[in-house]
């Protein structure tokens, strides 16, 4: 098979797993949800391999412990969640009416300094940005409702995604070899140098990262709970979780709770408490946390993955967000092999490669 033939095999068959994806995006959560859960937790069932138990044997176990503390997790903090989060949406309106008066004694001040035709210009820009704002947060909240806990999705999540987990935990390295006797011949080496990049790179991000942003969460829910701020909760584990976008979390999460903290507080030391935590949490995530968990280079630019997250959850909803980051990953390790292979052609040496001059040399230097 010509080199032509085989690119036009591997598009047409890129081409028909995305219209797959596109088509079922709507019942391919839980077996994504699961596939993501058994690759996290593939390392743990190795170790317990090693030490001598069965993988059926360690599949049981790391399932039934990861159920165990996923049920302690969601009876001790869902419910507070759920009354933080009732509460903030109860307190929404209070809270742009608060800001609309802040605002206003703040445009009170310009008006002494600015022309009048220019303050009614910002007054009225101002009102159309709150309104739009909160539209915007009312068609949020709707299509979380809509589309992220209706019934149904929640029913698979808790009840099909385990079971997907278990069989591909058990399964993970019959799959990995039945992958592996797929790959064409020719090319087995090679790829498998990619794919072992491709896992080094999800696993220094994903398993890494992943644990960070739990502990930033349950670090900054803590703080931001015993500083006194209301909704502390609920703030610090989005905080947490939005840390999966490399620095976008605590930036989100200090404007939030400064914000509110101002509103909430007369004094200034409860607004520095609270924006003491995440600076806090920066330096815990900066000097403990990232070089233990994550490590120094692990492939992928902070804004390769924020521009993955947005397009696939843009292309294919929360599922392609899910899948954003395994596929960046393989794009990036192929931009990087691309780059290796032309940085040694003659596409980027032209007729001065230093292989040709090498074997020049070596023959010339070659007695007769």
Known sequence: MTAERQIRFWLIGLVVFLLSVFV???????????????????????????????????????????????????????????????????SLPKLVEAV?????????????????????????????????????????????????????????LLVITPVVTFYLLRDW??????????????????????AKEVDETLAGFIRGQGTVCLVLGGFYAVGLSLSGLNFGLVLGMIAGLLSFIPFVGSIIGLILSVGLAFFQFDSWGPIALVAGVF?????????ILTPKLVGEKIGL????VIFGLLAGGALFGFVGMLLALPVAAVIGVGVRFALSE???????????????????????????
């Open 24 to 90: 079922l995006r709507s019942v391919l959560l839980p077996f994504v949800a699961g596939m993501a859960i058994a690759y996290f937790l593939d390392p743990v069932c190795d170790k317990l391999e090693a030490i001598g138990l069965s993988r059926m044997l360690a599949t049981t176990v790391v399932t039934i412990t990861f159920l165990l503390i996923l049920i302690v997790a969601l009876v001790l903090l869902v419910p507070a969640l759920i009354g933080q989060v009732a509460d903030l949406i109860e």
């Open 100 to 156: 609309r008066g802040q605002m206003s004694k703040l445009l009170l001040m310009i008006e002494d300094r600015v022309d009048p035709a220019s303050v009614a210009s910002l007054k009225d820009a101002f009102g159309d940005s709150l309104k739009s704002v909160t539209k915007w947060l009312s068609r949020f909240a709707g299509s979380l409702i809509d589309g992220g806990v209706a019934f149904a999705n929640l029913v698979s």
């Open 173 to 194: 390295d019959r799959i990995v070899a039945k992958v592996d006797s797929w790959l064409p011949r020719p090319q087995l080496e090679t790829i498998r140098r990619l």
């Open 279 to 287: 600076f806090a949490g920066q330096i815990l995530e900066g000097n």
């Open 301 to 304: 630019h902070p804004v390769w």
């Open 342 to 368: 032309y940085m040694d052609s003659r596409y980027y040496y032209g007729i001065n490669h230093p292989r040709e001059f090498s074997s020049k040399d070596s023959q010339e230097d070659s007695p007769e």
